[in-house]
């Protein structure tokens, strides 16, 4: 499954030289710490030659400490920049001087089904995959988390966080986020990873730079976690302290819907509700639970407003 340099028409191993190690140090007390734990590792690649490295968020929430492993050896401590919770994508800031190369950016709009990629690791070719984009479509995480057009690909790296989508001209396409599994011929399943399409973060770039997050208003967050079943949105489990737990939902809880609109649909459950307005909005539920049904409604809150901000040692 490791990439052969004679199968590409770009330098490989010059392009893998962006890929770097990502290890992140989270506090016990950190909001995000019960779910995605205090230790966290994964991978990420350089796009900037001033030491900025693109990341998938989740990798680097509320982290205490950032160590950034490089493919000529160094260990250097990383600060970071940004999280935007609507993409995924998270930005470090590289606390040394580098000299390696940053991979330029594709168009993730264009990459075609069917098109031969590598999924790129830190340490080279014996840590990457040759993969191919199987699919291009809707994703819908439970996280309250929407993607109008995500990138597929299998096989799949089984160290797919961060990990950068190298394109057919050794150019970045997105960062891995997920790795899911898809049916395929005679009731098997293969393991596909999901990434997050590189034209997403072009528009926000800049802002995530200079301000940390997107500019504009927050989308409004309930701190549910959502799953659909049988046509049906279930409440599977909820943030502590989060506003959904201040409003008594719980977990078996049944959106029967929202502001007097049906929910079926995973997406359009999230959609709806951030249609409704800014972070702070009432979002008005209708509940299913155990034989009855009633109305609920959820000052919903600025995810934001929940994590530690990142310290700058």
């Given at each position: 499954?490791?990439?052969?340099?004679?199968?590409?028409?770009?330098?490989?191993?010059?392009?893998?030289?962006?890929?770097?190690?990502?290890?992140?140090?989270?506090?016990?007390?950190?909001?995000?710490?019960?779910?995605?734990?205090?230790?966290?590792?994964?991978?990420?690649?350089?796009?900037?030659?001033?030491?900025?490295?693109?990341?998938?968020?989740?990798?680097?929430?509320?982290?205490?400490?950032?160590?950034?492993?490089?493919?000529?050896?160094?260990?250097?401590?990383g600060h970071v920049l940004a999280y935007d919770?609507?993409?995924?994508?998270?930005?470090?800031?590289?606390?040394?001087?580098?000299?390696?190369?940053?991979?330029?950016?594709?168009?993730?709009?264009?990459?075609?089904?069917?098109?031969?990629?590598?999924?790129?690791?830190?340490?080279?070719?014996?840590?990457?995959?040759?993969?191919?984009?199987?699919?291009?479509?809707?994703?819908?995480?439970?996280w309250e988390y929407v993607l109008d057009e995500?990138?597929?690909?299998?096989?799949?790296?089984?160290?797919?966080?961060?990990?950068?989508?190298?394109?057919?001209?050794?150019?970045?396409?997105?960062?891995?986020?997920?790795?899911?599994?898809?049916?395929?011929?005679?009731?098997?399943?293969?393991?596909?990873?999901?990434?997050?399409?590189?034209?997403?973060?072009?528009?926000?770039?800049?802002?995530?730079?200079?301000?940390?997050?997107?500019?504009?208003?927050?989308?409004?967050?309930?701190?549910?976690?959502?799953?659909?079943?049988?046509?049906?949105?279930?409440?599977?489990?909820?943030?502590?302290?989060?506003?959904?737990?201040?409003?008594?939902?719980?977990?078996?809880?049944?959106?029967?819907?929202?502001?007097?609109?049906?929910?079926?649909?995973?997406?359009?459950?999230?959609?709806?509700?951030?249609?409704?307005?800014?972070?702070?909005?009432?979002?008005?539920?209708?509940?299913?639970?155990?034989?009855?049904?009633?109305?609920?409604?959820?000052?919903?809150?600025?995810?934001?407003?929940?994590?530690?901000?990142?310290?700058?040692?």
């Open positions: 499954m490791q990439p052969n340099p004679d199968d590409y028409g770009y330098a490989l191993d010059r392009a893998l030289e962006s890929v770097v190690g990502v290890r992140a140090m989270i506090p016990e007390d950190a909001f995000t710490a019960e779910i995605l734990g205090t230790e966290r590792a994964g991978n990420g690649v350089l796009i900037r030659s001033d030491g900025v490295v693109l990341t998938i968020g989740y990798l680097i929430a509320e982290a205490e400490t950032v160590w950034l492993n490089f493919s000529d050896g160094q260990v250097v401590g919770h609507v993409t995924g994508f998270g930005l470090v800031q590289a606390l040394a001087r580098l000299d390696l190369p940053a991979l330029p950016f594709g168009d993730s709009a264009t990459a075609k089904v069917g098109q031969d990629v590598v999924i790129g690791g830190s340490g080279g070719r014996g840590q990457s995959v040759a993969s191919r984009i199987v699919a291009k479509q809707e994703f819908a995480g439970y995500a990138i597929f690909t299998a096989p799949s790296h089984p160290n797919w966080g961060g990990a950068p989508l190298i394109g057919p001209g050794g150019e970045l396409l997105g960062i891995g986020s997920l790795q899911l599994q898809r049916s395929v011929e005679q009731r098997q399943v293969e393991d596909i990873n999901m990434i997050v399409p590189i034209d997403l973060l072009k528009p926000d770039l800049d802002d995530l730079l200079t301000l940390g997050r997107p500019k504009g208003s927050p989308r409004p967050w309930l701190g549910l976690y959502a799953t659909e079943i049988g046509g049906q949105i279930v409440v599977a489990a909820l943030a502590s302290q989060g506003p959904a737990a201040d409003a008594d939902l719980d977990a078996g809880d049944i959106v029967v819907g929202i502001g007097g609109e049906e929910a079926h649909d995973l997406a359009e459950f999230f959609r709806t509700i951030w249609s409704l307005g800014d972070a702070g909005i009432e979002v008005p539920l209708t509940i299913h639970r155990e034989g009855r049904t009633f109305d609920v409604s959820v000052r919903s809150a600025d995810r934001n407003d929940y994590l530690k901000a990142p310290v700058l040692h």
